[in-house]
């Protein structure tokens, strides 16, 4: 076989399995990204906790008391104790998916939400997932999000 239908072949089989991996790993990433809001309705920090890399970054851009905007750390353990500290109401985060961009190892998701204390709207905004590929599958290594009552971005 020469070089020409050596390279052509390959250029086929590329174009045909590259496309399928990249389904697959949308479809994973969503999981992972179900997984955690799964975790937060059940209230198990175990379950969030396992879809996460060890040194998440948990972010908020918001307005503060002088109306400027600023971005804001929080700090992933006490959120997981949140998650895992029994509540009257289930921690509902409804989410669309946005785009997933995936480039080798790592991703980038968009996902608008609202969110729900029990069955009273509290929230909305948008959540921008960062993602990495590990031995153990997608894990979530950064995760902004925005707040506000209107103007949501889903119905």
């Excluded at 997932?129 to 506000?148: A, P």
């Amino acid at each position: 076989m020469n070089r020409t239908c050596v390279f052509a072949l390959f250029a086929v089989l590329f174009c045909v399995t590259a496309p399928l991996q990249a389904q697959d790993d949308a479809a994973e990433i969503r999981k992972t990204i179900l997984t955690m809001f799964d975790g937060m309705r059940e209230g198990d920090s175990a379950k969030v906790h396992s879809v996460m890399m060890k040194d998440v970054i948990f972010q908020r851009v918001a307005k503060n008391r002088e109306g400027k905007t600023v971005v804001s750390n929080s700090d992933f353990q006490r959120f997981l104790v949140a998650v895992g500290t029994p509540h009257d109401k289930v921690w509902d985060e409804r989410i669309e998916f946005g785009p997933i961009l995936i480039d080798g190892d790592m991703a980038s998701v968009w996902t608008p939400f609202k969110f729900y204390l029990g069955d009273t709207f509290s929230h909305c905004g948008v959540n921008a997932f960062k993602l990495c590929k590990t031995e153990e599958g997608w894990k979530i290594f950064h995760l902004v999000d925005t707040n506000r009552r209107d103007n949501c971005a889903m119905n």
